[in-house]
């Protein structure tokens, strides 16, 4: 079976329980809470097989089992202490989750004694390093909520449901790289997110962008030294980067999430995929206001954060060091280029890279937003590609996005940016449309091999005398509709624009040659092609 049918089957098998659970929990409370109690208890479920599995290799040669170690009071200490070093926490075989199953079985199980493991688990990492990485990791799951039962026993009755099915959800932990907690908060956001209005998607990042994003960043790479996600949601990008590091050795990740439920399902998604706590810095808190990361740099960063997104754009944050170069801050109704100038900062001034998501505003609106786009190309010199996605192909959104990809170090690419149109690389689905591996393929390759490609890719070159440079020209690329609009110092491209254009260069013939190069290969719209070189034709005529 292809690793492609493998992880649907993977998936489908794993949506069906979770719909099963989800029934369960039907009637009692607003199906947008279910994702945190199902996500809890898959989690808790991982913690004590994590612990079982450790310890059973570290006990092996001694012919005992976790349980009979734990038992002796002398040999106890050194249990513990072994699991809190490696583990970060320490989980009692009484409450391993096999033995909690075992009481629910025979019906001498009560929800609280899964509220005291919890509280017990947590308890035992507090003063340890790894503390911050699970203080308030099941705040979520509220055992006591009235949604569960008013009573002891109900809630009980419920809880005990859910963790029987969890029970029966093979993980195949060692057997692949099957992403469990993610794929389930996924499935969960997709059968409950029209509920009371309430969505999560933009908390995870489908795996095709995620995909390419980690491959585009990650090219060339052997290793990484730090990677890093600002908005990092549930983790999901930054998993996806290790799986394409060759040697897959990441010496450590940092995040950053400012919704607190999200925030810990990323520390959860960490753990579940055996990075270790003293691994990983994941920090809740706004990122454009608060930057967690202090002096770090970062060989990589992926990042999908909120599409235009309202921020205070106060002036005060003209002092700060990750805003202040271009001497503009980004416009209180568009963030997009804030979180972008966020990342920079943290670029490693060697061999940095980044490959972000964004809204296709970024490319050409004008105002502040013009300023600091010219400052990244032109001063900067760091943008190495544009990449025009397909609309709907995240939950909560269609529209299209682009995807920059942006390094420290251009070496022999640093006179030309590559464009490429791959707004029509997708497979439709019925809600939600596909980024495909084929598709993956297509556009990692053209960006290796940076190559025009007749109406797919194109190598635009920055060697174009004032007053057109190349942070003037960008391309608004809406997937699915044959329209194109250029966008030259921040405004539609008019006749007497044109005039200027032309009596600013040498050869008209030059300018006519990027503009139109660019619009031919990226955006396969003959109609407003001849349109814009007829006005640039006629401009150049009253000039002569």
């Given amino acids: 079976m292809t690793e492609k049918n493998t992880y649907q089957s993977q998936a489908n098998e794993l949506s069906n329980k979770l719909w099963a659970i989800a029934n369960d929990l039907r009637g009692n409370m607003d199906s947008s809470k279910f994702k945190n109690y199902i996500l809890g208890i898959i989690f808790y479920r991982y913690l004590s097989e994590r612990t079982e599995s450790y310890m059973n290799d570290l006990l092996k040669n001694d012919g005992i089992t976790y349980e009979e170690a734990y038992a002796d009071e002398k040999f106890r200490p050194t249990v513990e202490k072994w699991s809190v070093n490696s583990l970060g926490y320490i989980m009692k075989p009484q409450y391993l989750y096999r033995n909690l199953i075992d009481k629910i079985n025979k019906r001498s199980f009560s929800v609280e004694d899964f509220e005291k493991a919890i509280s017990e688990l947590t308890g035992s990492t507090m003063g340890q390093e790894s503390e911050p990485d699970f203080t308030g990791l099941f705040n979520d799951m509220k055992l006591q909520d009235p949604d569960l039962g008013d009573a002891v026993s109900e809630r009980t009755e419920l809880i005990s449901k859910v963790m029987s099915r969890i029970a029966d959800i093979d993980f195949m932990l060692n057997e692949s790289q099957f992403d469990v907690l993610g794929t389930a908060y996924m499935i969960l956001i997709g059968l409950f997110a029209s ?6 998607g933009e908390f995870f990042t489908p795996t095709g962008p995620s995909k390419l994003c980690a491959i585009l960043a990650t090219i060339g790479l052997d290793e990484a030294k730090t990677v890093g996600d600002c908005t990092c949601g549930s983790a999901s990008m930054l998993l996806e980067v290790k799986k394409h590091l060759s040697s897959g050795k990441v010496g450590h990740f940092y995040g950053q999430e400012n919704n607190a439920s999200t925030y810990n399902l ?3 998604n960490m753990l579940m995929h055996d990075i270790e706590y003293q691994r990983f810095d994941i920090y809740k808190g706004d990122t454009l206001k608060n930057d967690c990361y202090g002096d770090v740099k970062m060989t990589v960063q992926v990042c999908n954060p909120p599409y235009s997104l309202k921020w205070s754009a106060d002036k005060s944050f003209e002092e700060d060091p990750r805003y202040s170069g271009a001497g503009k801050l980004a416009p209180k109704s ?3 280029f804030g979180f972008l100038e966020h990342m920079i900062y943290h670029m490693d001034p060697d061999d940095g890279r980044i490959a972000v998501l964004l809204p296709h505003g970024v490319l050409f609106r004008g105002g502040a937003e013009e300023v600091i ?9 760091k943008l190495d590609a544009v990449i025009g996605l397909p609309a709907n192909l995240f939950h909560g959104t269609s529209i299209p996005v682009c995807l920059l990809v942006l390094k420290s170090k251009r070496n022999g690419n640093s006179g030309n940016i590559l464009f490429i149109d791959a707004s029509k690389e997708f497979t439709p689905g019925k809600n939600q449309n596909t980024l495909e591996d084929k598709h993956i393929e297509k556009i990692v390759n053209a960006y290796k091999e940076r190559k025009d490609i007749d109406k797919f890719c194109h190598v635009a070159l920055m060697e174009v005398q004032h007053p057109l440079d ?16 250029v966008c030259i110092k921040g405004v539609a491209a008019e006749n007497d624009l044109a005039v200027d254009l032309v009596r600013g260069v040498r050869a008209p013939a030059v300018v006519i040659m990027h503009v139109l190069a660019v619009l031919v290969v990226i955006m396969q719209v003959r109609p407003v092609v001849e349109q814009l070189y007829n006005f640039v034709v006629d401009a150049g005529k009253k000039i002569s």
């Fill in 334 to 336: 568009h963030a997009d």
């Fill in 470 to 485: 190349l942070g003037h020209l960008f391309v608004d690329i809406p997937a699915g509709i044959e329209t194109a609009i």
């Fill in 266 to 268: 990323a520390r959860m």
């Fill in 373 to 381: 786009r010219k400052y990244i190309v032109k001063d900067l010199n």
């Fill in 195 to 200: 509920d009371a209005g309430k969505k999560g």
